[in-house]
């Protein structure tokens, strides 16, 4: 699939972030204080639409050009429940989840240079630090090399 | 009200079917998992050498995950420019009523959030599109888990620095 699908998906779901206050500090900073409801039904509606579309799509088991339809659950260990944690934190502290961090840099919000250099750093560390952590975290093996590049 | 514009925003059931049916449409048409985090691991591998940067996972999603990422700044771009013209700015609403901190300030606090989400997704194998919407809908056990340990570490988080740290 060419690039430019990608760029009008990406579009698309970085305007929608942008307007429903899911890329809004205040917005992130009143759900987490239960102060308004609008992300938890942004949240709760994708879900709501999202799971039973992804069940009729598994059963046809085709994607729309005819080709296996390919669903890979994420492994599961314990840096899912400490890495939410670390992310959790920073959620709060930036007001921003990574797609936001995006769509707040493409809204012309300057201190979002920021966090997208705190994520890159940060993410950065992780696959540098993978080969010590991941024996003690059980993190799944990398795979390489496999051809399929 | 947005910090954009005092934008009134979308109703959330509005939105939330939007998102719903972008996930369901790019798995549909493009058979990709919708998740925004991992395509960090894409704009890593271009500066860093390290392995966990060469696997399978990242070589064969570089193709559709940097254009997704440049379209979330486009749409952020036309989003802002649409309605009522694009500016760089700095205001942070809550943030600069409790603390009035500068620009040079915001970086700061900004940057350190930012290592906590790089290093946090990067652990948990996923941020608030891959595990809590693409995740959650799949009933992935993972997911479950790792939304829960964030929303809590969120709640905790925003009510220390402003129900602690911002109201002394």
Same mark, same amino acid.
């Given at each position: 699939?060419?690039?430019?699908?990608?760029?009008?998906?990406?579009?698309?779901?970085?305007?929608? %972030? $942008?307007? $429903?206050?899911a890329?809004d500090?205040?917005?992130?900073?009143?759900?987490?204080?239960?102060? $308004?409801?609008?992300?938890?039904?942004?949240?709760?509606?994708?879900?709501?639409?999202?799971?039973?579309? %992804?069940?009729?799509?598994?059963?046809?088991g085709r994607?729309?050009?005819?080709?296996? @339809?390919?669903?890979?659950?994420?492994?599961?260990?314990?840096?899912n429940?400490?890495?939410?944690?670390?992310?959790?934190?920073g959620?709060?502290?930036?007001?921003?989840?990574p797609?936001?961090?995006?769509?707040? %840099?493409?809204?012309?919000k @300057?201190?979002?240079?920021?966090?997208?250099?705190?994520? @890159?750093?940060?993410?950065?560390?992780?696959?540098?630090?993978?080969?010590?952590? $991941?024996?003690?975290?059980?993190?799944?093996?990398?795979?390489?090399?496999?051809?399929?590049? | 009200?947005?910090i954009l514009h005092?934008?009134?925003?979308?109703?959330?059931?509005?939105?939330?079917t939007?998102?719903?049916a972008?996930? /369901?449409? /790019?798995?549909?048409? +493009?058979?990709q998992?919708?998740?925004?985090?991992?395509?960090?691991?894409?704009?890593?591998?271009?500066?860093?050498?390290?392995?966990?940067? =060469?696997r399978?996972?990242?070589?064969?999603?570089?193709?559709? =995950?940097?254009?997704?990422?440049?379209?979330?700044?486009?749409?952020?771009?036309?989003?802002?420019? +649409?309605?009522?013209g694009?500016?760089?700015f700095?205001d942070?609403?809550?943030?600069?009523?409790?603390f009035?901190?500068?620009?040079?300030?915001?970086?700061?606090?900004?940057?350190?959030?930012g290592?906590?989400?790089?290093?946090?997704? =990067?652990?948990?194998?996923?941020c +608030?599109?891959?595990?809590?919407?693409?995740?959650?809908?799949?009933?992935?056990?993972?997911?479950?888990?790792?939304t829960?340990?964030?929303?809590?570490a969120?709640?905790? +988080?925003?009510?220390?620095?402003?129900?602690?740290?911002g109201?002394?």
């Open positions: 699939m060419g690039a430019w699908v990608y760029l009008i998906f990406g579009t698309a779901f970085g305007w929608v %972030l $942008s307007r $429903s206050g890329a500090y205040d917005f992130i900073q009143r759900m987490f204080l239960f102060e $308004s409801f609008q992300l938890y039904g942004i949240l709760g509606t994708a879900v709501a639409v999202t799971a039973p579309g %992804l069940w009729l799509l598994k059963r046809a994607t729309a050009t005819g080709k296996p @339809l390919r669903v890979t659950p994420k492994p599961r260990h314990p840096g429940v400490l890495g939410g944690v670390l992310f959790g934190i959620w709060s502290i930036t007001g921003m989840c797609g936001p961090i995006l769509v707040n %840099l493409g809204e012309g @300057l201190y979002a240079v920021g966090a997208l250099a705190g994520v @890159l750093v940060g993410a950065g560390a992780f696959g540098v630090l993978y080969p010590r952590l $991941s024996g003690a975290l059980r993190l799944p093996k990398l795979e390489l090399g496999t051809g399929d590049g | 009200m947005l005092e934008l009134t925003p979308l109703p959330w059931w509005l939105a939330g939007a998102i719903g972008i996930t /369901l449409l /790019l798995l549909w048409v +493009t058979n998992r919708l998740g925004i985090s991992t395509g960090f691991e894409n704009l890593c591998a271009l500066a860093l050498r390290a392995p966990y940067f =060469r399978d996972e990242i070589t064969r999603g570089r193709a559709w =995950r940097l254009p997704f990422l440049g379209g979330l700044v486009l749409g952020g771009l036309l989003s802002a420019a +649409t309605s009522g694009w500016r760089p700095w942070l609403g809550m943030f600069d009523a409790s009035g901190w500068g620009p040079a300030g915001k970086l700061a606090w900004m940057f350190v959030g290592l906590f989400i790089g290093f946090g997704t =990067r652990l948990a194998g996923g +608030t599109s891959g595990h809590g919407i693409f995740g959650i809908s799949n009933l992935e056990r993972a997911s479950v888990e790792s829960l340990a964030f929303m809590a969120g709640i905790l +988080t925003t009510n220390l620095v402003y129900r602690v740290w109201a002394s």
